[in-house]
């Protein structure tokens, strides 16, 4: 063959190779692979399959979509609002009664009683844009999804109306059909009534706290005047306490509820409702002291904190009072029941009494007496005192955890200087000596030289950050716990003196934190509430304590070695079992000012506090003797001696 037909076989051949490329490629991969390549599927066949996948979907949400819309027409508007009913909280048994709250004062006015202004501080407060917006306000929603994400929380998503249909027609389900009849609901109202007959219904079914419902009924409790006798600034602080009408009254948090009577201000100047220069000129209102609008006597204020702990998980106060909830506690019936009559029995009236017994296999409160008088009153076992040598038992865990050894021996003269006393020498009681001392003597005997020397060795800052892992609030009042004051010398710090009591807790943090010794250094939250069902019957909420580590196990049991000295008798006859147990007496001179006992088994950790007043002063030994009461399987025994002081 020529060279010219060569040229011409292979000219011939390649464009064949380039343009058909697929078989030689599938021979290339059944080399490699052993497989023959397949064919790819034509892309109109996908195209196909995704119209046919999307006409299916189309259809389904177009159904779904006419479903919900003739459900919608046809979920009546009831005619009248749904009248409220009271809630029962129940022992721990779920059968018998402990308290009844709610329903106590309502009164309804029509709207044109309500001052204008007092109408509009509503609105700053709750809904700006009620008289232009529908039922629902979108911009509302985004305003609070933004709030959330910066966390400023003032902001909430529910309109008048919506809020107005919550409270006065829909149980308290936490469901999205719940919501989605809200919403329904919402625009039915809307179509039926006027803005101001919405706004009048909504005035008179709010709840205001102090047992008020209706804006009538809460101007006489907090400035004990009819509503039409309102000025401007009374009614910022009407507007203020819709949103918490706990926590922003001002007789329980003055501060907090100074913070939104501003934010209502800004609200209606921004609205054009209120000239700056007028705003500029008014002040916060005084309100009258809060009368008992709830159960009387202890149980009293256990219905206290079971409306504050259900509106920590989402029940508000009103729900409680108007809802006809079914609360079940873990108040257990026997011990309350031991803890009244001891009090009674034993304590001689005028004096500030309080007892904290909590489980510590649940966190659970099982005895709570804060006051005889009922809700509303001070409430001494959630009050902040110092427990002196009744504090000693964490202290100890938290040094055990970081290292201390019980062998050591320390230095317990007396009087001992400090660097961070400002030269305030430190005395064991009755000026005691104890050269050589063991932990074990110092505790016995409460020499609080030692003790000091403990705490410097371990660091306070990790002393609080243990004891508050067990129980002890972080903060009381708004200001942290442990802690020295603003008018110490040095603010914000935490000296050794936290191993003498020196710093206030609360005696049912002090009870949460014996329950945690209790329990093997594990701290589970302290609760009241067992569960909540709605009138319905539904379970709107059930108690699952958390919990976490903090003590070690060794920690704790080589605490219950050193303070465990309380026999306890057991019915059976059983050899008794050394319970951790301690008591603190502070005084004044030869006057007690307070006593404190503190223990804890494997079943209850029991806290009592006796403090003066009523121009009394309590017996040194009544804290012992009202634990060994209440404290199932106890017997008497002798006060600890008098916490370390400044003087011999």
Known sequence: MSRTGNAASRSCRV?????????????????????????????????????????????????????????AISLPLPADPAQPQQSVLYYSDGRTVLARVGVVDRIAVPLSRVPVPVRRAVLAAEDRSFYTHGAVSGRGIGRALWSDVTGDGVEGASTITQQYVRNAYLTLDRTVSRKVREIVLAEKLERRYSKDQILGRYLNTIYFGRGAYGIDAAARAYFGVPVDELDTAQGMVLATVIKDPTNFDPA??????????????????????????????????????PAGTGPVGPAGLIAQQVEWELERHGITAQQLRTGGLRVVTTIDRATQQRTETAVRQEAPAGLAVAVVSVDPRTGGIRAYHGNAKGFGYFDHADAPATPGAAFTPLVLASAFQHGLDRDRLWDGRSPQQFPDRNGVPLYNPGNAQCPRCTIDDAVAHSYGTVLYRVAQATDPVRIVHDVRAAGVAASYAGRPSLVDGPDDPQPALTRPAIALGEYPVSPADLASGYAT??????????????????????????????????????????????????????????????????TSVQQQGKRVRSGWAAGVDRGQATVVLVAAGGGRSPASDLAGRLWARIQPGSAPVAPSPPAASAAP
Do not use: C, K
């Not at 078989?23 to 497989?35: D, K, N, Q, S």
């Not at 907090?256 to 002040?283: P, T």
């Open 15 to 71: 464009p064949h190779v380039v343009d058909s490329p697929a078989p030689l490629v599938r021979r290339v991969l059944h080399a490699i692979t052993g497989r023959r390549g397949r064919r790819r599927r034509p892309v109109g066949r996908y195209i196909r399959w995704f119209r046919r996948a999307l006409a299916g979907f189309s259809a389904v949400v177009l159904a779904a979509g006419l479903v919900l819309v003739g459900w």
């Open 517 to 582: 010794l209790g329990n093997d250094g594990r701290a589970l939250a302290r609760h009241v509430v067992d569960s909540v069902r709605s009138s319905a019957g539904g379970t709107l909420y059930r108690a699952a304590p958390a919990g976490r580590r903090a003590f070690t196990a060794a920690a704790v049991q080589q605490t219950r070695d050193v303070t465990g000295r309380y026999p306890t008798t057991l019915a059976n006859g059983q050899a008794p079992e050394r319970v951790l147990y301690r």
């Open 252 to 289: 329980v948090d003055p501060a907090g509820a100074r913070n939104r009577w501003r934010y209502v201000r800004a609200g209606m100047v921004s609205q054009h409702w209120l000239g700056v220069n007028e705003a500029a000129r008014l002040r916060f209102p005084a309100t009258t002291a």
